[in-house]
Nanobody
Framework: QVQPVESGGGSVQAGGSLRLSCVASGRISSTLCMGWFRQAPGKEREGVAAVDSYGTTTYADSVKGRFTISKANANTLYLQMNSLQPEDTAMYYC?????????????????????WGQGTQVTVSS
């Protein structure tokens, strides 16, 4: 079992920045694939960014060039979000799994991670 816990959400104005953190507890090793998802009201959950066991990162087209995903160690994940826009407003979730084939599969939705955090709210005002 792996339990991710997110933090760092908040409210900012358009153009601002936030950094989300995720700390996973439980059975942790360097092969854990971790990623960020978001869900806005009335919309489906979507993949934002992920990093797999090889260190390969994948981003959704909507956040490329603005968001950066990184891992501090095997169980700590960050999402640096710059140039935030109102359309980035959503609940952001950290997810993890040992059997993800790639970060691309996680972001594109062809592989659904098994372990999820409770989410942290990000609100961007115009």
């Amino acid at each position: 079992q792996v339990q991710p816990v997110e933090s760092g959400g908040g409210s900012v104005q358009a153009g601002g920045s936030l950094r989300l953190s995720c700390v996973a507890s439980g059975r942790i090793s360097s092969t854990l694939c971790m990623g960020w998802f978001r869900q806005a009201p009335g919309k489906e959950r979507e993949g934002v960014a992920a990093v797999d066991s090889y260190g390969t990162t994948t981003y959704a087209d909507s956040v490329k060039g603005r968001f950066t995903i990184s891992k501090a160690n095997a169980n700590t994940l960050y999402l640096q979000m710059n140039s935030l826009q109102p359309e980035d407003t959503a609940m952001y979730y950290c997810a993890a799994d040992y059997f993800a084939p790639s970060s691309r599969a996680v972001v594109l939705g062809t592989f659904r991670p098994n372990y999820w955090g409770q989410g942290t709210q990000v609100t961007v005002s115009s």
